[in-house]
């Protein structure tokens, strides 16, 4: 009752019982902070199972667990990211419904959807590995892999799309300062994933270019999901931004009702009177 009472009519006035999608997001800080614990304990326990894969691996038939390996596809960190990218994927869906319902512009609506897409294609990549085979096609199709292992050919692309996505959010809640402080935790986050990736640090330097390379990425996709969720904490609480149409409307008729000239009612009512008057 009292969660509900401090909603705003965002996403509600259904005159239902039932729970409304703004109800998913967490009003307190304590989730968002046990939330982060549990993210920081689950990479820590993901690299002591990959340190602990490498000691196994000898006892395999392909010299490597799978499961535990941070770096391979189908493995639980891989599982890990999919879910993460598509938790912020549903997120930026919510966060277009509820800037919709609060009254905002349409294009940022559409940002919303863009940077849903985004993030739920990104999801489907991760679990199918898609830009590894995009990787491949376009070293042999090139004949260089120009950096490393070629991972320049998906990286360019990735880092403009996220880059706008990126410079859109910041624009959007940069007065939210929990949310923001997230927003460019992501962007360390995944500067530093790249650079690990394209070698640029840690060169040669393995397994701790992989641990450094994975772990922040899944610190970033969880930073990324604490971002949306936080911005959309302060969109329930904030309330409708503008009238409805209805209210605008109304109201310029009320104005027109006030302003505008009507000489034939003056005359009628002129008339009225001096006919009274005679009489």
């Not at 005159?15 to 982060?36: N, R």
């Amino acid at each position: 009752m009292e969660r509900s009472q401090r909603r705003s009519g965002v996403g509600q006035g259904t005159g239902s019982d039932l729970p409304t999608l703004d109800s998913l997001v967490p009003v307190g800080s304590k989730p968002y902070l046990l939330a982060g614990l549990v993210g920081l304990v689950a990479i820590a326990v993901l690299d002591g199972l990959y340190l602990l894969g490498l000691r196994l691996a000898e006892l395999t038939t392909d010299g490597s667990v799978a499961a535990l390996n941070l770096d391979a596809e189908g493995s639980i960190a891989c599982w890990l990211s999919v879910v993460l990218l598509l938790l912020a994927g549903q997120a930026a869906l919510l966060l277009a419904s509820l800037s919709r319902s609060a009254g905002y512009p349409a294009a940022r609506v559409r940002a919303w959807l863009c940077v849903a897409a985004l993030l739920c294609w990104m999801s489907l990549d991760e679990g199918a590995s898609i830009h590894e085979g995009f990787k491949e096609l376009m070293a042999r199709l090139c004949g260089t892999r120009i950096i490393g292992d070629g991972s320049i050919y998906w990286v360019v692309p990735y880092a403009a799309a996220l880059g706008l996505a990126g410079l859109f959010m910041f624009k959007v809640l940069r007065s939210d300062r929990p949310a923001l402080a997230c927003l460019l935790g992501w962007a360390v986050a995944q500067l530093l994933a790249v650079a690990a990736q394209l070698e640029l640090i840690l060169a040669g330097r393995w397994p701790l270019q992989i641990i450094v390379e994975e772990d922040a990425e899944l610190a970033g996709y969880m930073l990324l999901l604490a971002t949306l969720a936080l911005y959309a904490r302060g969109l329930v609480g904030q309330g409708p931004r503008v009238q409805s149409s209805s209210q605008k409307l109304g109201g310029r008729a009320l104005v027109g009702r006030r302003h505008v000239p009507r000489p034939h009612l003056h005359a009628a009512q002129t008339a009225g009177a001096t006919n009274g008057a005679e009489t």
